[in-house]
């Protein structure tokens, strides 16, 4: 399967506690973006990447939220001191720049539950 | 800045009935005009698109025409089947990268 992939695909934790999750792209797109889905909305935009640079990063995105993607492939949204109201689905895309409509294309997604 | 609106929901029809999803908005520039769809414990699939205006967007019997003079992206299908039950979004692409998403509408089609 060449689809985006992400990992884990449920995680627990306590309120406080850090977590990191990873999402692999399709392997020739070189834009990756992170949004956050809570039940009854649909996706928020978190953040983009076009290669290994952060280009947008949302409003919603606080201090306590990290992305990285280093080497411009896979990337790793870490939520420092989690809080209960992080509790989301957390979806990673990919697309090419300039792709056909800017389509995304969607990993299954993270789902965080904090306690 | 970017939004969509999409018609609340919940939607029932019955069977073979007709459906039409509103999905209205507001950008700055030329949007890419997208339907997704999200199947009971699944991730967010493209259902289908449009680039330009009066383009038609078809797939699996669901249409939408990019509307810019309403500023509407309207999905539409003329004989739902009980498979089509799932969460249906209207979204906005543009150069900027990011996707913007409306709420989502359910739709349960019955028997």
């Known amino acids: 399967d060449t689809g985006v992939s992400q990992n884990p695909r449920h995680k627990i934790t306590k309120r406080g506690q850090n977590v990191t999750f990873r999402c692999d792209p399709i392997?020739?797109?070189?834009?990756l973006y992170w949004y956050r889905q809570t039940l009854g909305q649909g996706p928020e935009f978190l953040t983009y990447?076009?290669?290994?640079?952060?280009?947008?990063k949302s409003r919603l995105l606080s201090d306590r939220f990290s992305a990285e993607r280093p080497k411009g492939s896979f990337s790793t949204l870490e939520i420092q001191r989690t809080e209960q109201g992080d509790s989301a689905m957390y979806l990673c895309?990919?697309?090419?720049?300039?792709?056909?409509?800017?389509?995304?294309?969607f990993g299954p997604g993270t789902r965080l539950t904090v306690l | 800045g970017d939004s969509v609106t999409q018609m609340e929901g919940p939607v029932t029809l019955s069977e073979e009935a007709f459906l039409t999803i509103n999905c209205t908005y507001t950008?700055?520039?030329?949007?890419?005009l997208f339907w997704y769809v999200q199947y009971p414990g699944e991730g967010l699939q493209l259902l289908l698109k449009?680039?330009?205006?009066?383009d038609k967007g078809s797939n699996k019997g669901f249409e939408a025409t990019y509307r810019k003079e309403t500023t509407s992206f309207h999905l539409e299908k003329g004989s739902v089947q009980v498979s089509d039950s799932a969460v249906y979004f209207c979204?906005?692409?543009?150069?900027?990268?990011?996707?913007?998403f409306g709420d989502g509408t359910t739709l349960t089609v019955k028997p």
């Open positions: 979204a906005l692409g543009t150069n900027a990268g990011k996707s913007t």
């Open positions: 392997s020739e797109h070189n834009r």
């Open positions: 990447f076009q290669n290994e640079a952060q280009l947008e």
């Open positions: 449009a680039t330009k205006a009066d």
């Open positions: 895309a990919s697309s090419l720049e300039g792709g056909l409509a800017h389509e995304q294309f």
């Open positions: 950008a700055t520039g030329y949007p890419s």
